[in-house]
């Protein structure tokens, strides 16, 4: 019975162990980015086309954009997406993600009031 007990506590912590590998870490991240035109929250353009392109990347759960700081905030699990990529996403729909700059590509594709000038 004793050698029952022992292989039953074994078979729980590995399977215990799986499980705990098996789960996806969840972290947040905080981009900064810059939208050209000041009538963003009205036009309906940088919002959504932000926060569409970056829910769509694997392993984004939610994205979501303050336009008065210009930061979005992304939910994201650890072991499908990081940071560089989310951002690297961000700027080639044109717009700047942190020290990422926006690819002109992605320029391109914006409204013409979006477009920033330098």
């Known amino acids: 019975m004793k050698e029952f007990k022992n292989i039953a506590i074994a078979i729980l912590l590995v399977f215990a162990g ?14 900064k980015t810059n939208i050209a ?3 963003c929250a009205i036009c309906g353009t940088c919002q959504p ?3 569409t392109t970056l829910i769509a990347e694997k392993g984004v ?5 303050d336009v008065a700081s210009q930061v979005v ?3 994201y699990k650890t072991t499908k997406t990081n940071p560089d990529i989310l ?7 044109g717009y700047d993600a942190d020290g990422t700059k926006a690819k002109e590509t992605g320029v391109a594709q914006l409204d013409e009031c ?3 000038v330098n």
Do not use: G, M, P, W
């Not at 799986?18 to 981009?31: D, G, L, N, Y």
């Not at 951002?87 to 729909?93: F, M, P, Q, T």
């Open 87 to 93: 951002r690297e996403s961000l700027s080639n729909a």
């Open 61 to 65: 759960k939610t994205a979501k954009l």
């Open 37 to 39: 035109c000041d009538h």
């Open 73 to 75: 905030t992304v939910v």
């Open 18 to 31: 799986f499980t705990a590998s098996a789960q996806k870490k969840v972290e947040t991240v905080q981009i």
């Open 49 to 51: 086309l932000i926060e």
């Open 114 to 116: 979006c477009i920033k």
